[in-house]
């Protein structure tokens, strides 16, 4: 069956190239020109897409308000797209729950391999659960959970925990992270795994007091910590 993609950009013109151009790599392409009808489309209708390319600058309701809604009732994966590619851009994007974010100019292929690496972090694992501590992941369901409750995640945020997870008391370098949790090279100045990291880490502490901490690791990168077990005996 073939993905689904939504492309959300004001540009008509640019939504013609590349919607005719990931089609003919085999996806189905719709195109809408407001963040309105994108959530729309996603909320709406049935046949809701499996990706989002959401430009942020579009008349009416931009795509980063768009995001932020949308966010707030659904785990669509989601790539931002921007002519402004200033660093703290791309980090209030994804601060808001984009997966991943290319900046205007790019390169049509550019955006196919960031759109099927996104898409392959999506599709099921092997489901053999990964338990730290009250932490435990599904990579079959790609659903992780703090005692009983369920984490809302999005794509490059599982991708993100799993791979902390399955080294847990050791500490993971960036570019390790990158590759396996957001399914690409790391990049020079990335600051895409930070700002997940950040999300992940107010995730955590909001659901449960108890949660697994993610500590920086000074010039490498981040290590899920164990809690400390508390000693008992006379």
């Known amino acids: 069956m073939q993905d689904r993609l939504l ?88 601060e808001l729950g984009a997966d991943d974010y290319l900046a205007k100019p790019f390169l049509p292929r550019e955006l196919l391999a960031r759109v099927r690496a996104l ?8 489901d053999e659960e ?24 999005t794509a490059a945020e599982f991708g993100l925990l799993l791979a902390l997870a399955r080294r847990a008391g050791t500490p993971v370098d960036k570019a390790t992270l990158t590759l396996e949790g957001l399914g690409r090279p790391i990049e020079r100045f990335d600051r895409s795994v930070d700002v997940h990291v950040s999300r992940l880490r107010r995730k955590l502490a909001e659901t449960a007091a108890s949660a697994p901490r993610i500590e920086t690791v000074r010039g490498l990168g981040y290590q899920l910590q164990r809690v400390p077990r508390l000693r008992t005996g006379a």
Request: charged share 30%; glycine share 8%; aromatic share 2%.
């Open 7 to 94: 492309i959300a950009d004001d540009d008509r013109e640019l939504c013609r190239l590349l919607s005719d151009y990931l089609a003919g790599e085999g996806f189905r392409v719709e195109a809408v020109h407001d963040g309105a009808q994108a959530l729309a489309r996603v909320t709406d209708d049935p046949r809701r897409p499996d990706l989002l390319i959401l430009d942020v600058m579009m008349p009416g309701k931009d795509g980063l308000t768009a995001l932020r809604e949308l966010r707030a009732r659904h785990r669509l994966p989601v790539i931002v797209l921007s002519a402004r590619g200033e660093p703290i851009d791309r980090i209030v994007g994804l």
């Open 119 to 126: 898409l392959r972090r999506t599709q099921p694992l092997p």
């Open 130 to 153: 990964v338990l730290v501590d009250t932490l435990r992941l599904s990579p079959g369901e790609r659903r992780a959970w703090l005692g009983e409750v369920e984490l809302q995640l």
